[in-house]
């Protein structure tokens, strides 16, 4: 079984999104995200951008992070938590 990584998965995803049509990929993140998230990304991204161009690089990964975090985020709190028993003696 050939078990991928983080970053082989990441790396993969990239490249499909890049392959991607345009309007493909629009519709992929209005379909995921949804347009208020999108628009959430876009000015928050070029408000970070905007304070130091100078630093483009280094925001834009922190920004592509900021994604996974949020999505593994979403992954936790989707999943109903447990509700804990106690037995009393």
Known sequence: MDVKTK???????????????P????ALIVREA???LAQFFL???????SK??????ENTSS????????????E???HPQPIQKYAFA
């Open 23 to 26: 309007a493909a990929l629009n």
């Open 63 to 74: 920004l592509m992070l900021m994604g996974y975090l949020i999505r593994t985020h979403e």
């Open 43 to 49: 000015s928050y991204s070029a408000n970070l951008i």
């Open 76 to 78: 936790q709190n989707s």
């Open 52 to 57: 130091d161009p100078s630093r483009v690089l």
């Open 34 to 36: 949804g347009e208020d």
């Open 7 to 21: 970053k082989d998965l990441a790396v993969e995803f990239i490249n499909d999104i890049r392959a991607m049509d």
